[in-house]
């Protein structure tokens, strides 16, 4: 998964809800995907059965685990600043804390972190969070403890996330695990392993469990959603081996959707993130059949150059992504699009550029994540290519395509002006305590007075005014979802 919640915001410490026996103290924070911060939804899971509750409270944690992101070289120096922080704690407030690192940090620096730097206790992969108890007890009895060994069949579908920081409106469930999409720019793969996926019957009961619970919107997580293949088990690239029936009886992304929109009509369904060389028009088509299936696509390019495309081994030129676009929009007129857009890639030339630029121009996306190249440790790029773009170079180009960005996204807000819209509550608006904050079906945020609505209701909204980023309107009532 390429797109970041928020690369510049710091990671988010999670509390839920606790448990008397618990008297144990975690210290969870999550930085980088949507995954991240779902699999810390695991590791709270896992570790409330091993007696603890989680604080927000520092200093007074007995364990203190930071869910760590890869991706990008800033968002690694971030979590190394939060160790620093960590140890500074450990030193002077509370020498019985521990330590530890989980995710896709763990996984790429593993012994570092304990055997050279010494600065944590305990080193976690992202498909090793079940031995946490086993860890943890090696810890206690004071000893460092690793596991970074990536799985062929983990997907914790069997395990209940404890919902984190939630608003108890909005949820992830994750769907899949791994990619193995080789882009040469990205650790993923190296990180957390082959690609897998999820039994859908347990897919299907944590919906219904949310909708109990009183959820109104999931949105399903993967590295790769559009890769999603369930036929009894194993890899996906194992499929060829499956036999006739359970060939006959396999699910890919178009049924799941089709069974989770199915399952809970009212319930809203997003998803996270395509590639658009496995993103295939049965998926948009039933994304088109069911109207609680939201109309908002994340369709990362990364480049609009053919020729950086094959050295990134994005497996789509750029004629078949403006094709799928053009697809996607016959197909759903109204559906949101939003990107992620590399610049300064190795060899990259203004030409090459200027094909990111032409290309922005004629989808002109709703929204879009932009970051400049970073060169990852262990991926192809960085081994066999070299960082040859100036830092100046790559944050002009990036500049001018936020800036790009930033125009396309009004002119795409602006087309809902006047227009009705439905908005789902999540929360009170940050700038002003009198209007409620929500989202559309596109994904585009909507602010509007209170009045007697509460978070969690469907409202339908008429749009009066918008930024490049945010409708502003007026309630005309509850729509006919609640």
């Not at 899971?45 to 007074?60: A, C, D, R, V």
């Amino acid at each position: 998964m390429e797109k970041e919640i928020d690369e510049n915001k710091q990671g988010e410490s999670l509390v839920l809800e606790q448990k008397e026996e618990n008297k144990r103290k975690l210290f969870i924070e999550s930085y980088g995907c949507a995954m991240n911060f779902s699999d810390s939804e695991i590791v709270a899971s896992i570790m409330s059965e091993q007696g603890f509750n989680t604080t927000q409270n520092l200093e007074e944690a007995d364990l203190v685990l930071v869910n760590t992101c890869s991706i990008r070289d800033k968002a690694e120096q971030t979590v190394r600043k939060r160790l620093e922080k960590y140890n500074a704690v450990k030193r002077d407030t509370n020498p019985k804390m521990k330590v530890g690192v989980l995710g896709c940090m763990a996984e790429r620096l593993k012994t570092k972190f304990l055997e050279e730097e010494k600065i944590v206790d305990l080193v976690v992969g992202p498909d090793a969070y079940k031995d946490l108890p086993n860890l943890l007890a090696e810890v206690d009895e004071g000893r460092d403890a690793i596991n970074v060994i990536l799985s062929k069949e983990e997907t914790y579908g069997d395990v209940s996330p404890i919902r984190l920081n939630t608003n108890g409106v909005t949820a992830f469930v994750s769907i899949t695990r791994g990619c193995d999409n080789m882009c040469t720019f990205c650790v993923v793969p190296f990180t957390r392993g082959r690609e897998r996926s999820r039994d859908p019957q347990s897919i299907i009961e944590e919906i219904n469990d949310l909708w109990n619970k009183g959820y109104k919107e999931i949105t399903l997580l993967g590295q790769n959603v559009d890769s999603y293949l369930w036929y009894g088990g194993g890899l996906k690239k194992d499929f060829d081996k499956a036999s006739d029936l359970q060939k006959a009886t396999s699910v890919n992304f178009s049924k799941l959707l089709d069974l989770c929109a199915i399952a809970q009509p009212k319930m809203r369904i997003r998803f996270s993130t395509s590639n658009p060389q496995d993103l295939t028009l049965d998926v948009v088509e039933t994304m088109a059949k069911h109207q609680n299936i939201c109309n908002h696509i994340h369709l990362p390019v990364q480049s609009g150059s053919n020729r950086i495309l094959k050295e990134m081994n994005r497996l789509h030129t750029r004629e078949e992504y403006m094709q799928l676009i053009d697809n996607i929009r016959q197909i759903i007129p109204n559906c949101a699009i939003s990107q992620d857009m590399i610049v300064g890639f190795p060899t990259e030339t203004e030409d090459d550029f200027q094909d990111t630029v032409s290309l922005m121009e004629y989808v002109k996306y709703n929204f879009g994540y932009m970051f400049t190249y970073s060169e990852r440790p262990g991926t192809m790029a960085a081994r066999n290519m070299e960082d040859d773009v100036p830092e100046e170079t790559k944050k002009r180009r990036l500049q001018d395509i936020v800036d790009l960005q930033r125009i396309h996204s009004e002119v795409r807000t602006k087309e809902w002006l006047n227009t009705t819209v439905e908005v789902l509550i999540e929360k009170e608006s940050k700038k002003s305590n009198t209007q409620w904050s929500g989202r559309t079906p596109q994904n585009i945020v909507c602010v509007f007075p209170k009045g007697d609505y509460k978070v969690g209701d469907f409202v339908n909204v008429t749009v009066t005014n918008c930024t490049s980023a945010t409708l502003i309107g007026e309630a005309i009532g509850l729509s006919e979802n609640n």
